[in-house]
């Protein structure tokens, strides 16, 4: 069965304390892994998709890495606006998203 | 600045009433979906619409009935609902096809079933 864990759960961090939040898959033939970042109340925002393994791709504070079993979303010298969720989704064989639970991200001025 | 749009942003509704969402988007894009979002939870997928079709149907209650009335609009009518039923609903669209693709959601309705 496709599944999609995230961890950690949460994430607490100062100011311009670097860290990285972990997505780890099992799907059959990954064809596609998207990040997104979701404000409370809001609609998720879409940051980054990787289709193979090897890829990277950045975006400002943030880079999203992939291998055959997990991505990495690195964010380096966070802001205390980056704080928010971060949610991982895998594209399925069944063409679509399996989602993971997120990780909360708090980052303290 | 999002261009999937919502209506409306929040409502607050009994059983017994009949009310409907709104979506739309300004991407040129031929797939739409329909999301429920419960606290702390990933979002849920309810349909699907690509074409202007359905395409799936994630085993939804009767009580949610989507339309697609052109390749920019999607609604979601509600009727009967239940207690259980409140949670932000998000729309999303995205290019049609079997991907991956990603999609691009809207700000989301707070619903509030009373």
């Known amino acids: 069965e496709d599944q999609v864990t995230q961890s950690p759960e949460a994430l607490r961090l100062q100011e311009g304390e670097s860290s990285s939040l972990n997505c780890s898959y099992t799907?059959?033939?990954?064809?596609?892994l998207f990040w997104y970042r979701q404000d409370p109340g809001k609609g998720p925002e879409f940051l980054f998709t990787?289709?193979?393994?090897?890829e990277e791709k950045e975006k400002e504070r943030l880079k999203a890495t992939l291998t055959k079993k997990e991505s990495f979303l690195h964010i380096t010298a966070p802001k205390p606006e980056d704080s928010a969720t971060y949610l991982c989704?895998?594209?399925?064989?069944?063409?679509?998203?399996?989602w993971g639970a997120g990780t909360k991200l708090i980052i303290k001025p | 600045d999002t261009e999937v749009t919502q209506t409306p942003k929040h409502l607050v509704m009994g059983m017994t009433n009949k009310k409907s969402l709104k979506c739309e988007q300004h991407?040129?894009?031929?797939?739409m979906y329909w999301y429920k979002q419960k606290a702390k939870k990933p979002p849920e997928l309810m349909f699907v619409?690509?074409?202007?079709?359905?395409?799936i149907n994630e085993s939804v209650p009767s009580r949610f009935s989507p339309e697609c009335p052109n390749s920019s609009l999607l609604n979601l009518h509600l009727h009967a609902l239940q207690p259980e039923d409140s949670a932000l609903y998000l729309c999303?669209?995205?290019?049609?096809?079997?991907?991956?693709?990603?999609?691009?959601f809207g700000p989301g309705t707070r619903l509030t079933v009373t």
């Open positions: 991407m040129g894009h031929r797939a």
């Open positions: 619409y690509s074409y202007e079709k359905l395409s």
């Open positions: 989704a895998v594209w399925d064989s069944n063409y679509q998203l399996i």
């Open positions: 990787l289709y193979s393994a090897g």
């Open positions: 799907v059959s033939g990954l064809r596609g």
């Open positions: 999303a669209s995205s290019q049609a096809g079997t991907g991956p693709y990603e999609q691009y």
